[in-house]
T-cell receptor, first 112, second 115 residues
Framework: DQQVKQNSPSLSVQEGRISILNCDYT??????FLWYKKYPAEGPTFLIS???IKDKNEDGRFTVFLNKSAKHLSLHIVPSQPGDSAVYFC???????????WGAGTKLIIKP | ETGVTQTPRHLVMGMTNKKSLKCEQH?????MYWYKQSAKKPLELMFV???????ENNSVPSRFSPECPNSSHLFLHLHTLQPEDSALYLC??????????????FGSGTRLTVV
């Protein structure tokens, strides 16, 4: 059973609009969440993270929101740019465990 | 050279071949990982090395054999693979496989095709 779920395999957004990528998790012991971005033929690169003691973390155009009661997090990208077209992975970890548990990824396509 | 470097970038091998994937990092990290990425599946952790010691083997078949001669190098030896082993194999490193490990640096991966 997948502990981290990204239910949308793909998402298409107009350039300049907001992109919202969603991630759900089942393990209430997760206390740290990360988003990675992956271009074709490259490895994933770290984008932004959030600790469970926060409900929001912002870095430039990227904001991650965490709703612990709903076991849900989302990544907002605004405004969306063509270079944001990539696969976005959500990952989570428990404080007592170094392993990252990954979602299946969401392919974001930014339309000009 | 900085970052995590994986070679080769692409590999086609027969089911009776023996080959090795190589990963090298010059970030001063102490933990290294092998991941498998199959189409439309989550990243699957295969092996973890922390300070050159293998700390994790996620029920990986014995036809995959890791080797970590030092904290900068990681190998994945392959033999008698199956077509379903075709995937992108990613190497990653991190500061340490401990509580302060919040992010990985990934290599570009090796695209493996087993024929």
């Amino acid at each position: 059973d997948q502990q981290v779920k990204q239910n949308s395999p793909s998402l298409s957004v107009q350039e300049g609009r907001i992109s919202i990528l969603n991630c759900d998790y089942t393990n209430s012991m997760f206390d740290y969440f990360l988003w990675y971005k992956k271009y074709p033929a490259e490895g994933p690169t770290f984008l932004i993270s959030i600790s469970s003691i926060k409900d929001k973390n912002e870095d430039g155009r990227f904001t991650v929101f965490l709703n612990k009661s709903a076991k849900h997090l989302s990544l907002h990208i605004v405004p969306s740019q063509p270079g944001d077209s990539a696969v976005y992975f959500c990952a989570a970890k428990e404080d007592s465990n170094y392993q990252l548990i990954w979602g299946a990824g969401t392919k974001l396509i930014i339309k000009p | 050279e900085t970052g995590v470097t994986q070679t080769p970038r692409h590999l086609v091998m027969g089911m009776t071949n023996k080959k090795s994937l190589k990963c090298e990092q010059h970030l001063g990290h102490n933990a290294m990982y092998w991941y498998k990425q199959s189409a439309k599946k989550p990243l699957e952790l295969m092996f973890v090395y922390n300070f050159k010691e293998q700390t994790e083997n996620n029920s990986v078949p014995s036809r995959f054999s890791p080797e970590c001669p030092n904290s900068s190098h990681l190998f994945l030896h392959l033999h008698t693979l199956q077509p379903e082993d075709s995937a992108l194999y990613l190497c990653a490193s991190s500061q340490g496989a401990g509580l302060a490990n919040y992010g990985y640096t990934f290599g570009s991966g090796t695209r493996l095709t087993v024929v």
